[in-house]
C-alpha cells in the first residue's frame, strides 16, 4: 500500500524573522441571523442616508421624529441586524409599527432602497419575538379563513344596507371611525347593465375579485367587468382565487401570505387568461410582488414570478385600449392616488386616461395626491390617531378642490377617505374610476335592468 501523505501543517512555513499574522476571529452570531431581517440586509446597505425620503413620509411629516422617517426606521433595522439594538426593543418596534407602508420614499429615494421589503421583513423577524397587536391577528386569522371572512363581510353589507353603519358612524372614537368607513363604502353612482357594441378581442382576462372587493365592493368589481369587455378583453373564471396575502404580508406574516400566494398561483394557472386584471392596487401589487415573496421557494418560485408577469391594474388593461369614450358625465372629481399605484406599481398616466374617457368629467388632480391618506390596510384600526393625523391635509384639500366625488382606486383609500369626509362634514363621496368609466358608458350603450 501507498505511503500516507504527511499531515498538513497548522500554518504555511515562513521565512525567518517573518511576522505571524494572527487568525481572523470567528464573526460573531448575531440574533437576527436566519430571519427574514438578515436576507434584506443588501437592500438595508443600499441607503445612504441622504434625506430625500423625509418630505415623502407622511409619519415624518406629522411627527417629526427621525426614528419615524424611512431611513430613521432603515437605521433602526440595520441595528437589529448588527445587533446594536436587541431585538425585543420596545421603542424599534413603536417606530416600524408606525410606517404605513406607503412607498411613498421609494420613489423619492435616489439609491433605488427596497423600503417596503425591508419593512416587512424587519416586522416578521420582531413578530417572531412578540406578536403583532389583538386587533390584527384576529383581523389576518379572519381573512385567512374563507368562510369566517364570508361571514364578516355579510354581516358588515347587512349594517349597511340596513343604514345602521350611517348612523353609527356618528360615534368618537375608532368605532365611529370605523362604521364611516363602512357607510361610505355605499355606491355612489347607479350601475347599471349595458351591452357595448362589439370589438375585437385584445386578450383573455382573469379578474382577481379579492376579499374586501368581493364583499363590500362587487358593484366595482361588476363595473369592472363591464368596461373590460366594452374595451375587448374576455373575462374568464378563476374560482379557487383566495385573498392575495397583501395584508399578511404588509404585518410582517410571510408565511400567511406565501401561503395564500400559492393558492392564488394554482387558480389563475388554471385559467389560462393573458392578464390577471386587479382593480385594489393593494393588491395587485402584491400580485406583481410574488415573484419577490416566493422567491426562496424553490417549487413556486418559477411559477410566482410566471403569474406576476401577467397581472395588470384594471388602468393599465384600459389605458392600453384606448379606452373608448362614453356619454358625457359633467362632474368635478378630484382624483388621489393610491400610494400602492403609484409609488407601488409606478403607475399614474394609466388611471388619469381612463377617467379622461369620460366626457364632461372636470379632473382636479389634488396637490398633494401623491401623499398617502392613512389608510394602509389595517393601520386605522392599530394606529388610529396617527391615521387621522395623516388623513386630515387631505380632506382639507378635498374641501378646498370643492369637486362632489373623490375618484381612488384602492378600497381601503375610498372606505378611509371617505370615512373622513363624512365624519367632517364635506359633501363629497369616494368612487372608483372604473365606476365613473362605466356610468359614462351604461348612459351610452343603454342601460339595462338595475345591477345591484
Known amino acids: 500500500m501507498p505511503a500516507s501523505p504527511p499531515p498538513m501543517p497548522d500554518r504555511a512555513p515562513t521565512r525567518p524573522g517573518a511576522t505571524i499574522a494572527a487568525p481572523a476571529p470567528a464573526a460573531r452570531p448575531l440574533p437576527c441571523d436566519g430571519t427574514p431581517l438578515a436576507a434584506a440586509v443588501p437592500g438595508i446597505m443600499t441607503c445612504v442616508h441622504c434625506g430625500f425620503c423625509l418630505q415623502a413620509c407622511p409619519t415624518y411629516l406629522a411627527l417629526g421624529d427621525e426614528n419615524d422617517s424611512p431611513r430613521g426606521r432603515i437605521l433602526l433595522a440595520r441595528s437589529l441586524a448588527e445587533g446594536t439594538l ?28 427596497p423600503y417596503g421589503h425591508i419593512l416587512e421583513a424587519a416586522r416578521a423577524t420582531l413578530n417572531a419575538i412578540e ?3 389583538p386587533i390584527a391577528r384576529f383581523v389576518l386569522a ?7 371572512l364570508a361571514a364578516a363581510l355579510a354581516g358588515a353589507r347587512a349594517l349597511r344596507l340596513t343604514g345602521i353603519a350611517a348612523l353609527l358612524a356618528r360615534l368618537p372614537g375608532r368605532a365611529g371611525f370605523a362604521f364611516a368607513m363602512l357607510a361610505a363604502s355605499t355606491p355612489p353612482l347607479p350601475s347599471r347593465a349595458y351591452s357595448p357594441p362589439p370589438t375585437p378581442e385584445r386578450g383573455t382576462v382573469a379578474l382577481l375579485e379579492g376579499c374586501v372587493m368581493r364583499g363590500l365592493f362587487a358593484h366595482v368589481n361588476r363595473a369592472t367587468a363591464r368596461v373590460l369587455e366594452a374595451n375587448g378583453y374576455r373575462i374568464v373564471s378563476a374560482p379557487a382565487q383566495r385573498c392575495c396575502g397583501a395584508l399578511h404580508a404588509h404585518a ?18 388554471q385559467t389560462g387568461a393573458a392578464y390577471i386584471a386587479v382593480n385594489a392596487s393593494g393588491c395587485g401589487l402584491m400580485i406583481k410582488e410574488y415573484g419577490h415573496l416566493l422567491a426562496g421557494d424553490a417549487e413556486w418560485s418559477a411559477r410566482a414570478a410566471a403569474v406576476a408577469a401577467r397581472a395588470r391594474d384594471v388602468s393599465e388593461l384600459l389605458a392600453a385600449a384606448g379606452p373608448a369614450p362614453g356619454a358625457a358625465l359633467p362632474r368635478r372629481v378630484a382624483y388621489d ?9 409606478h403607475l399614474a398616466r394609466e388611471p388619469l386616461a381612463v377617467l379622461a374617457a369620460v366626457p364632461g368629467l372636470e379632473v382636479l388632480p389634488l396637490p398633494n395626491a401623491d401623499q398617502c391618506c392613512g389608510s394602509a390596510g389595517i393601520y386605522s384600526l392599530v394606529q388610529p390617531q396617527l391615521a387621522q393625523d395623516v388623513l386630515a391635509p387631505k380632506l382639507a384639500e378635498i374641501a378646498h378642490a370643492n369637486a362632489s366625488l373623490v375618484a381612488t382606486g384602492n378600497p ?8 373622513g369626509l363624512m365624519r ?3 359633501p363629497a363621496r369616494t368612487v372608483h374610476p372604473v365606476e365613473l368609466l362605466d356610468t359614462s358608458y351604461a348612459a351610452s350603450h343603454g342601460a339595462a335592468a338595475a345591477d345591484r
Open 86 to 113: 436587541p431585538l425585543d426593543d420596545p421603542d424599534v418596534r413603536t417606530h416600524l409599527d408606525r410606517c404605513l407602508g406607503c412607498r411613498g420614499c421609494e420613489t423619492a429615494c435616489p439609491s433605488g432602497v
Open 142 to 148: 379572519v381573512f385567512a379563513r374563507p368562510r369566517l
Open 412 to 419: 381601503g383609500c375610498i372606505m378611509h377617505i371617505g370615512a
Open 337 to 345: 392616488a393610491p400610494c400602492h399605484l403609484l409609488h407601488g406599481q
Open 424 to 426: 367632517a362634514g364635506i
Open 252 to 269: 410582517g406574516d410571510l408565511a400567511g401570505a406565501r401561503a395564500l400566494a400559492r393558492r392564488n398561483i394554482a387558480a389563475f394557472e
Open 131 to 133: 406578536p403583532p397587536p
